[in-house]
């Protein structure tokens, strides 16, 4: 059915240039275009390289995150994410060098180091962050030559993160500019010897509602340690350690997938993928970490726990389900692997997802969300509002999970909203997430205020 | 946070302010079909739509020209140029308000040549403000915007008489506050441009269909009459005042600033205004709802009288809520903007001084780790502010009362006006019920009563 879009009567609330961003599966067997740059003029919902760089590094919990740039880039980061720390809570927050007019006329780089000075004689943290900004990158500052003087001056790692907004509109390349930080943060000194354990690091991982902690207890449980996370509820300390683990699961690929393969060839630490989003992948990622170890102790530990969640958890589920099934689900989030483990969860839940979307998905990433989506299902890149906004409408949509700017599209079109980006406060990772999930899924599916909005546009 | 005297003079850390574009959206979006657009990197014009959908719940829409590397090498103008040729074919809006972002003005695109060398349909409209982030706040960039709609849009039609009615520019403040603020002025039979306005754009309904662009908004029409007016009322002088002189100076309609209508005595300035400078009647609803507050104020004056508050937030809400406080007989302690300019903290002081208190710090351009200083030197009994206050409040285990912008952990705010009478009386219950909650938490067994 064509429905008739309010953004744009008489066009189809579509671009024709971005004709080759959207696919039907199973209609055309083109390619999706999806490194292509936004249009100009385009109500994107793609961020910037910041951004990226930003997201993934903030959550490390002792360390000062500072924002070399004009105020702005600071006050919209702070503590925008809901990764959660069991210790310091410095990473809540914001510092930024403020720059004005004559800085930017004459160069910031003596008020970086000023501030530099500042806030490590201030907190003594154990690391700061330096995040580049437009301008910065515009003007030119070194701000390698200022970290690295301040690191000099004070004894601490001062690691520049070059993250200058223009450089992409792909969130991709920050999170490579926080990962060459990481990689930066620990490498180790000359003469430092990092000792081989076998724990294991959780690359990908921003312990968002606590998620890294309930894993860790699963892991804990079989008889295996996690090192730290890269980078929910991690310190400088904790992340120093890094490569004298033996094992690197990663989850979040996106922001992660350079850092395993670079932790693989500088350190000779294997890594395999993992997934802890709906009771199937996590006990799946649980069988294959326990069999990477070998231990056959470590292996019946983990059936025995798997056994025991599921069958504590599948009844619930299957109550959810109940009142899910036939329901029709889409999906808007950042990256592919978080809209891989929606459409499995979705699909656990009895629903149909007709609707796939990403703001920075790969081409192979694409193919498998299209490998898991029935014939006639709706896959977009970098999808703007009036597209979100039509394929809801089209595609009689239930229900939506996204990110923050399309929570208030969905409920403005009555159609019920689950929040998986990553400034949500729900644990839905493991046994106990996938019964969170299911539970905001049919909470806002199911919620009786959709009866109001119908009674009031029949009758009042 | 670290103990001890403290040095703090370089750069901010836990802001409270942010930068001009944001304001400047939010001024654009109150044009009626209007669709900002932000000339710079797609990170900030997410940034900005995201930050104000926090704040209010409702869908912010706004196209960027995608800066990439070879825009910031190169220029701008081709990738603003595509951007309003493809906004105007696409999305369809009456006007589109361009504002620039930090990046732009470092590169130096000069905006009314790329403007008029754009495609610009017959009958639609491109304006812009120049909104550096290196300079001022979100309060400079949505003054900024007001005063481009001024100049570009604004005109003296010689042939007509002026209007009985009065151009009002409300200032940086909620759609619900707008909305009073209207009330107020139809009260008194007073006809009215507000501009801009973002009533139905930003508190919309429910309807189940989703308009790109809502009901509300000032009309392009109505801001080009407002040349024709007989007089324009200015709210609050950071936001609204330049608009406002602009407005004097292109089309001779002579400007009163006055403060945003917050606490009794700038509502009664409003009211009082409007009925000098047009002859108006002030109908006894008006004269019930204030006698309301000051009824309200008498019979709950000892809950708060004496009581030491800690202040922050924007200039222009900041000063009413400071003179509302001494009204209530408060004790306005720590008072900060992250807005520049002295004449705030000449404002402020002035007003604390003449209710005779000594022992207060004032500062303009400060941020929330100055005011935690102060707090942990001397703590006070109540904070008033944004949400960023919130860690404050629970480190030093003070009761917080949300008023200003941005306001992101907790719902309802925007629709609820801080203006006008009635806003008076949800500030007294907001600050009355933030003091008895903590002296219920607070007490002892023995003195935990029914009554207060």
Request: overall charge negative.
């Amino acid at each position: 059915m064509e429905h008739d879009c309010s953004l744009a009567s008489g066009s189809s609330g579509c671009i024709s240039e971005r004709q080759n961003s959207i696919i039907t599966t199973g209609k055309n067997k083109s390619r999706i275009h999806c490194a292509d740059d936004s249009l100009a003029g385009a109500v994107s919902q793609r961020a910037c390289v910041f951004c990226g760089a930003r997201v993934v590094l903030n959550p490390i919990t002792d360390a000062i995150h500072l924002v070399h740039g004009p105020i702005g880039c600071a006050t919209y980061t702070w503590d925008i994410r809901g990764s959660l720390s069991s210790d310091s809570e410095m990473y809540r927050h914001s510092f930024s060098t403020d720059l004005k007019e004559k800085d930017v006329v004459f160069g910031g780089e003596p008020k970086l180091a000023a501030c530099l000075d500042e806030v490590i004689s201030k907190y003594h943290p154990p690391a700061v962050f330096v995040y580049s900004t437009c301008v910065v990158g515009m003007i030119g500052d070194d701000i390698i030559a200022v970290c690295k003087d301040a690191s000099e001056r004070h004894g601490i790692d001062v690691i520049p993160v070059e993250s200058s907004g223009f450089l992409s509109g792909n969130k991709i390349v920050g999170y490579r500019a926080a990962a060459e930080a990481i990689m930066k943060l620990i490498r180790p000194k000359p003469g430092e010897v990092i000792e081989k354990t076998r724990k294991l690091n959780f690359l990908g991982e921003y312990n968002l509602g606590g998620e890294k902690w309930l894993i860790e207890r699963y892991l804990n449980e079989i008889g295996i340690e996690v090192n730290v996370a890269f980078t929910g509820d991690s310190t400088v300390a904790a992340l120093k350690q890094a490569p004298g683990s033996c094992l690197n699961i990663v989850q979040c690929t996106g922001s992660m997938h350079w850092v395993a393969n670079n932790l693989e060839k500088e350190y000779g630490i294997p890594y395999m993928d993992v997934n802890f989003f709906g009771a199937e992948n996590t006990a799946d990622s649980l069988r294959r970490i326990a069999a990477f170890y070998g231990d056959p102790e470590i292996i019946r530990k983990a059936e025995v726990l798997i056994e025991r969640e599921l069958a504590r958890i599948t009844p619930i589920i299957a109550g959810y389900r109940k009142k899910l099934t036939g329901k029709r689900a889409a999906i808007y989030v950042g990256g592919a692997f978080k809209a891989v483990a929606l459409i499995r969860q979705m699909k656990d839940l009895g629903m149909e997802v007709v609707v796939t979307g990403t703001q920075t998905g790969k081409q192979e990433e694409y193919e498998t969300i299209s490998g898991l989506l029935s014939e006639g299902t709706i896959v977009v890149d970098d999808a703007n509002p009036a597209e979100i906004e039509k394929f809801l409408l089209d595609m009689k949509v239930d229900v939506m999970a996204g990110g923050v700017k399309e929570r208030v599209l969905a409920y403005k079109l009555g159609i019920g909203f689950v929040d998986h980006n990553h400034d949500r406060k729900e644990c839905l990772a493991g046994f106990d997430g996938a019964v969170t999930f299911a539970r905001e899924v049919y909470i806002t599916t199911c919620s009786p205020v959709w009866k109001h909005l119908k009674e009031s546009i029949g009758g009042v | 946070m670290p103990e001890g005297e403290v040095v703090h003079t370089a750069g901010k850390i836990n802001p409270v302010k942010t930068c001009q574009p944001i304001g400047a959206m939010y001024a654009a979006l109150g044009i009626h079909r209007c669709l900002p657009h932000s000339h710079g990197s797609q990170g900030c014009c997410a940034y900005h739509r995201m930050h104000l959908t926090r704040h209010f719940r409702d869908p912010v829409l706004a196209s960027t020209s995608s800066f990439t590397e070879g825009a910031s090498v190169f220029g701008g103008a081709a990738n603003l140029k595509t951007a309003i040729k493809n906004v105007f074919e696409i999305y369809k809006p009456d006007i589109i308000a361009v504002h620039t972002t930090c990046l732009s003005e470092t590169i130096g695109d000069d905006l009314p040549t790329i403007i008029k060398q754009s495609e610009v349909p017959e009958g639609k409209v491109v304006i812009h403000a120049n909104t550096p982030s290196y300079q001022g706040s979100h309060i400079t960039g949505f003054s900024n915007m007001v005063k481009a709609m001024v100049t570009y849009l604004a005109a003296r039609d010689e042939e007509t008489i002026r209007k009985k009615r009065v151009n009002i520019i409300p200032g940086f403040v909620n759609p619900s506050d707008m909305r009073e603020i209207k009330r107020i002025t139809s009260s008194l039979g007073v006809d009215m441009i507000m501009f801009p306005d973002t009533t139905n754009v930003l508190d919309s309904p429910l309807t189940a269909k989703y308009d790109m662009y809502p009901e509300g908004g000032t009309t392009v029409e109505e801001i080009r009459d407002t040349g024709n007016s007989r007089l324009t009322l200015a709210l609050g002088a950071w936001s609204s005042n330049a608009a406002g002189a602009a407005l004097m100076e292109k089309c001779g309609v002579p400007c009163v600033p006055l403060k945003v209508p917050i606490g009794l005595k700038a509502t009664d300035d409003l009211i009082m205004t409007l009925k000098e400078k047009f002859d108006a009647v002030v109908p006894d609803d008006l004269t019930l709802e204030r006698g309301q507050v000051v009824d309200t104020l008498i019979d709950t004056h000892f809950h708060y009288q004496g009581k030491k508050v800690a202040i922050y937030g924007d200039p222009d809400i900041v000063v009413p809520l400071v003179e509302f406080v001494l009204t209530m007989g408060m004790i306005p302690k720590y008072v900060i903007t992250g807005t520049p300019g002295k004449a705030f903290e000449e404002q402020v002081g002035a007003m604390i001084e003449e209710a005779g208190i000594e022992d207060y710090i004032v500062k303009a351009e400060g941020d929330l780790f100055d005011l935690h200083q102060w707090i942990k030197e001397e703590s006070v009994d109540l904070l008033i502010g944004n949400t960023y206050g919130k860690y404050i409040a629970r480190t030093e285990d003070i009761p917080l009362v949300r008023v200003g912008f941005p306001i992101l952990d907790r719902a309802v705010h925007p629709l609820m006006p801080i203006t006008g009478y009635k806003g008076c009386l949800r500030l007294i219950e907001m600050i009355s019920n933030a003091l008895l909650e903590r002296r219920d938490r607070d007490c002892l067994d023995e003195d935990y009563e029914l009554v207060l």
